[in-house]
């Protein structure tokens, strides 16, 4: 039996990428912080983690990432509104997943806006909270009751992770307007 529409994942080329651009700005409710120029640097200096899926020839959803210190970050991934609750996500985080393993990778991190959380959940990507505040807003003892387990900063910014047995919402919301000046965001890593 021949299928009606063909499913295809494949990474990016040059002409897919401005559509792929497209679906994010479309698709990211909150928009983008990384702009498309930054993103076609990186995608020109690793292009296998820039991966698109395909129905027929038209790109649906698209995953994008590239290397950091210590670990593979998923800077965007989104599937086009008419594609949803349908695993394309789910298969495009497995095939970025292969090729970390492939390139050697032992972690990915991805940073998780809250109407997303439960999906890295389902698969299995342990979070942590991710605070980010200007230097001269607060002092690290305002957040002394974070368990922090790693700290840094540059001349503008701290960043603190800090440990938490789960997700969750309402803590996320009481933290966000106790530190109104703060970022707080939950990440998502799965080791290898």
């Given at each position: 039996m021949k299928l009606l529409s063909e499913l295809k994942i494949k990474n990016l080329s040059e002409k897919d990428f401005s559509?792929?651009?497209k679906i994010l700005d479309s698709e990211l409710s909150k928009g983008r912080v990384r702009s498309?120029?930054?993103l076609f640097n990186k995608f020109n200096k690793f292009p296998q983690f820039f991966i698109g899926i395909f129905l027929d020839k038209e790109i649906i959803g698209v995953i994008c990432g590239f290397p950091r210190e210590d670990y593979l970050l998923i800077s965007e991934i989104a599937i086009d509104s008419k594609f949803h609750k349908r695993g394309f996500g789910k298969i495009l985080i497995?095939?970025?997943e292969e090729v970390a393993?492939?390139?050697k990778y032992n972690k990915i991190n991805v940073g998780a806006e809250d109407n997303v959380i439960n999906f890295y959940s389902f698969l299995d990507y342990k979070p942590f909270l991710l605070v980010q505040y200007k230097k001269g807003d607060y002092i690290?003892?305002?957040?002394?009751?974070?368990?922090?387990f790693r700290k840094s900063e540059d001349k503008n910014q701290i960043l603190l992770e800090v440990k938490v047995n789960d997700f969750n919402l309402s803590l996320l919301k009481?933290?966000?307007e106790s530190y109104p000046k703060a970022w707080f965001q939950y990440i998502f890593t799965k080791s290898f």
């Amino acid at each position: 039996m021949k299928l009606l529409s063909e499913l295809k994942i494949k990474n990016l080329s040059e002409k897919d990428f401005s559509k792929a651009m497209k679906i994010l700005d479309s698709e990211l409710s909150k928009g983008r912080v990384r702009s498309n120029k930054f993103l076609f640097n990186k995608f020109n200096k690793f292009p296998q983690f820039f991966i698109g899926i395909f129905l027929d020839k038209e790109i649906i959803g698209v995953i994008c990432g590239f290397p950091r210190e210590d670990y593979l970050l998923i800077s965007e991934i989104a599937i086009d509104s008419k594609f949803h609750k349908r695993g394309f996500g789910k298969i495009l985080i497995e095939r970025f997943e292969e090729v970390a393993r492939k390139g050697k990778y032992n972690k990915i991190n991805v940073g998780a806006e809250d109407n997303v959380i439960n999906f890295y959940s389902f698969l299995d990507y342990k979070p942590f909270l991710l605070v980010q505040y200007k230097k001269g807003d607060y002092i690290l003892e305002n957040f002394s009751e974070l368990d922090i387990f790693r700290k840094s900063e540059d001349k503008n910014q701290i960043l603190l992770e800090v440990k938490v047995n789960d997700f969750n919402l309402s803590l996320l919301k009481k933290f966000r307007e106790s530190y109104p000046k703060a970022w707080f965001q939950y990440i998502f890593t799965k080791s290898f």
